[in-house]
C-alpha cells in the first residue's frame, strides 16, 4: 500500500508547489498508515529529486524514457496508472494545474478511480474518504466522498503549508514500459516564459481593474509588485481592452489563484471575478468607491484615486526593504 | 467533419447560492439556468469553424447528459446555431458518470472532433473532457486557447504552465477549451430561436454506470473580518499594517 505524488518538473527543477504536494502527500500517508512514494517524469537530476526528501520524500520514483518528452495525456496516464499499480497506490495526489487537469480525469478513468479535483485542505476522513472541494467558483465548499479502492485528488496551489521532515530520500529508476504508439500529440511550436514569476505559483499577487483608467497607468502598479516580489493580474475588461496580457486576466473565466496576499487596485469585485481570487488568505482594495463590493471581502481598505495611492505604497514598501 | 460540443446546464454566473435539506442540495429557488461559459465560448468557436469553408466542418451537434428540466438549455444552443442534439435522460450524478455516458452515445454517432469545457462553473470538476477521452481511448488536449483546421488537420494552441504550445492530435480527439477560445459568446437571432423548434433532439436512456464520487454536504466559505480602512493620505500605514498585523510581507 502507498501514497503516491506526481512532481511536475519545469526543465528538470522543481518548484514550491511540487514540495507542496509532497508534504501534503506525507500528511495523507500519516493519516492512511502507510508510507509515500513520489513520482518524477521526464529528465531531473539526483541532487534535484533529493530535495523533495526535505518534505518528506522517502522513496522516489524516476521515469524517464523518449517519449515522455512532450505532454501527450495518454502516456503520462500510462505512466502514473503502472507506477500506482505497481506501488499499490490508495491515493494518487497531482497538482490541480495544467498538467494535473489534463491527466488526472484520465487516470481517474484508467484506473476507475473517483477523482475530487480543486482540494484544499487534508481529507476531513479517511473512512468514508472525504475531501474539501472548491465548488460554485469558490462560493462554497463541498464535502465530497470518493468510494473507490484508489482515490485521486488534484491539490489547489498554495492550499497546504509546506512541512518540513528531513530525510535521505532513496532514488529508483523505473523500467516500466511505455507504449510507443500511446504518443500522439506532435508539438509544432513552443513559446515559454523563463524567468518570469508565474502567476498561478505568486504568494502576492497586484491586480488592476478597470479603475487603473487606461493601459498607461500601469508604471506604478507594476513597481509595486516588483517592490513587493509580486506578480501582477488584472480583471478581464483590462484584458479585454488589451491593457495587459491574458495571461493575467483572474476570475470565473481566467486564472484562479490563492495567494497569500491579493491587492485589488480600481477592481469594483464583480462575483465572476471573486470566483478566480476569493481563496486568497488576505485581500487589500483600493477603490474611489467605498460601496464597492470588493470591500465586502477585503481586510484592508482605501477609499481613494489608484493613481495617488499606487506611489505612497510604492514609497512605503521601499522604505521597508531598507 | 463532424464536431461534438458537450455542454453543461449551470446557474447564472452572478447567482448567490443557498443550500437546503441540511446544506446537502442546492437550493434551485429563483436560479437562472444557463450553458456553462467555457461551453458557450466551445459552441461560438464550433461555429464559427462551421462558417469557414476550408474547415471542412458539416454539423456542430451539443451533447448533453441531464433530465427534462435543462431542455431549454439545449434549445438555446440549437438556436445559437447547432444543427442538432442529443441528450441522455439521467441526473448527472458525477463526472466519472456523465463521460462515461457521453462516451457511450460518442461511439455510436461517431464525432470527430469534440469540445468540453474545462470546468462547469457549478462543481469545478475539470474532468468530463479527459474523462471521455479516456473512455473513447482516443487523445486529448487541454487548456486549448485556440483550434484552427489547416488542410483538414487541426492545430491547437495549449497552455502549459509557463507557456503555451502549438500541437496536433490525430482525429478523433477531445479538446478542452478555456479563454482564448471565442472572444464573445455568439447570441440566438431570432431565424435562430424560431428554427430551433424544429432542430432534432434525440434522446438516450442511460446506460448502466455508478458514479464514483458523491457530495455529503456543503459549507459556504467562512466569513471574511471586517475590512478596516485606512485614510488615503496616509496610505504607507497598509503597509506597515500587512507586515506588523497581518505579518504577510
Ligand atoms: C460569464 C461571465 C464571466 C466573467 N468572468 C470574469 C472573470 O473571469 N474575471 C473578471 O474580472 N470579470 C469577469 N466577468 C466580468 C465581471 O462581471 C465584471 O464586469 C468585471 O470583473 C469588472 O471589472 P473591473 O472591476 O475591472 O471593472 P468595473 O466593474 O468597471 O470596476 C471598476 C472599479 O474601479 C473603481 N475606480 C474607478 N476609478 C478609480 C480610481 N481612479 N481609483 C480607484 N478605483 C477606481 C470603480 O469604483 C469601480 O469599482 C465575467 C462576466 C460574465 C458575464
Redesign the pocket.
Known amino acids: 500500500m502507498s501514497v503516491l505524488v506526481y512532481t511536475q518538473n519545469w526543465d528538470g527543477r522543481f518548484k514550491k508547489s511540487s514540495f507542496e504536494l509532497v508534504s501534503y502527500g506525507s500528511k495523507v500517508a500519516e493519516m492512511l498508515n502507510t508510507s509515500l512514494v513520489c513520482l518524477s517524469v521526464g529528465a531531473v537530476s539526483d541532487e534535484e529529486l533529493k530535495k523533495l526528501g526535505n518534505w518528506g520524500g522517502k522513496r522516489i520514483i524516476r521515469v524517464d524514457n523518449d517519449y515522455c518528452k512532450v505532454l501527450d495525456n495518454q502516456v503520462y496516464t500510462d505512466i502514473i496508472a503502472q507506477i500506482a499499480l505497481k506501488e499499490d497506490a490508495r491515493v494518487v495526489i497531482m497538482s490541480d494545474n495544467s498538467e494535473g487537469k489534463a491527466v488526472a480525469p484520465r487516470l481517474s478513468v484508467r484506473l476507475k478511480a473517483g477523482m475530487a479535483s480543486g482540494v484544499s485542505k487534508l481529507p476531513l476522513s479517511v473512512n468514508p474518504f472525504t475531501l474539501y472541494k472548491r465548488t460554485y467558483s469558490g462560493n462554497a465548499f463541498a464535502h465530497m466522498v470518493v468510494n473507490t479502492d484508489i482515490k485521486i485528488i488534484t491539490l489547489s496551489q498554495n492550499s497546504f503549508d509546506l512541512v518540513e521532515t528531513p530525510n535521505n530520500a532513496v532514488i529508483e529508476t523505473s523500467n516500466i514500459t511505455v507504449d510507443g504508439s500511446l504518443v500522439r500529440t506532435v508539438v509544432k511550436e513552443s513559446q515559454k516564459q523563463t524567468g518570469k514569476l508565474l502567476l498561478t505559483d505568486a504568494e502576492i499577487v497586484v491586480s488592476g481593474?478597470?479603475?487603473m483608467?487606461s493601459a498607461d497607468n500601469w508604471g506604478p502598479l507594476v513597481e509595486l509588485a516588483g517592490a513587493l516580489g509580486a506578480a501582477t493580474a488584472c480583471?478581464?475588461?483590462?484584458s479585454d481592452e488589451g491593457w495587459r496580457s491574458h495571461e493575467e486576466?483572474?476570475?470565473?473565466?481566467?486564472k484562479v489563484i490563492a495567494p497569500n496576499l491579493y491587492i485589488a487596485?480600481?477592481?469594483?469585485?464583480?462575483?465572476?471575478?471573486l470566483?478566480?481570487v476569493s481563496s486568497s488568505k488576505y485581500i487589500v482594495a483600493?477603490?474611489?468607491?467605498k460601496d464597492?463590493p470588493?470591500f465586502e471581502v477585503a481586510q484592508y481598505g482605501i477609499v481613494?484615486?489608484?493613481?495617488k495611492v499606487l506611489p505612497k505604497l510604492v514609497e512605503a514598501v521601499k522604505e521597508l526593504k531598507k | 467533419m463532424k464536431i461534438l460540443v458537450c455542454i453543461s446546464n449551470v446557474p447564472d454566473?452572478t447567482t448567490k447560492v443557498k443550500f437546503v435539506d441540511s446544506d446537502t442540495k442546492l437550493d434551485t429557488t429563483g436560479i437562472q439556468w444557463v450553458i456553462n461559459?467555457w461551453d458557450e465560448l466551445s459552441l461560438t468557436r464550433a461555429l464559427e469553424l462551421k462558417d469557414d469553408p476550408s474547415a471542412g466542418v458539416k454539423s456542430v451537434t451539443v451533447a448533453h447528459v441531464g433530465l427534462p428540466a435543462s431542455e431549454p438549455t439545449i434549445r438555446k444552443a440549437l438556436a445559437i446555431g447547432a444543427d442538432d442534439a442529443f441528450r441522455v435522460n439521467a441526473a448527472p450524478a458525477d463526472s466519472y458518470f456523465v463521460a462515461a455516458q457521453l462516451a457511450a452515445v460518442i461511439r455510436k454517432e461517431q464525432y470527430d472532433v469534440i469540445l468540453c469545457g474545462i470546468e462547469s462553473s457549478d462543481y469545478n470538476g475539470s474532468m468530463t473532457g479527459g474523462m471521455v477521452a479516456e473512455f473513447l481511448g482516443i487523445p486529448s488536449v487541454s487548456a486549448v486557447s485556440d483550434i484552427k483546421i489547416e488542410n483538414g488537420s487541426p492545430l491547437l494552441t495549449r497552455e502549459i504552465d509557463g507557456g503555451r504550445e502549438i500541437v496536433t492530435v490525430p482525429m478523433p480527439f477531445v479538446a478542452i477549451v478555456q479563454k482564448g477560445i471565442a472572444k464573445e459568446p455568439r447570441i440566438a437571432s431570432m431565424r435562430g430561436i424560431m428554427t430551433s423548434r424544429t432542430k432534432p433532439v434525440r434522446l438516450y436512456e442511460p446506460e448502466a454506470e455508478e458514479p464514483l464520487t458523491g457530495i455529503k454536504v456543503y459549507e459556504k466559505p467562512s466569513p471574511r473580518a471586517a475590512c478596516k480602512f485606512i485614510d488615503p493620505e496616509n496610505a504607507g500605514q497598509l503597509i506597515t499594517l500587512l507586515q506588523n498585523e497581518a505579518k504577510i510581507i
Open positions: 481593474g478597470r479603475g483608467k480583471s478581464r475588461p483590462v486576466h483572474t476570475g470565473q473565466t481566467g487596485v480600481g477592481i469594483s469585485g464583480a462575483t465572476q471575478h470566483a478566480g483600493v477603490n474611489t468607491d464597492a470588493i481613494g484615486d489608484a493613481l | 454566473t461559459p
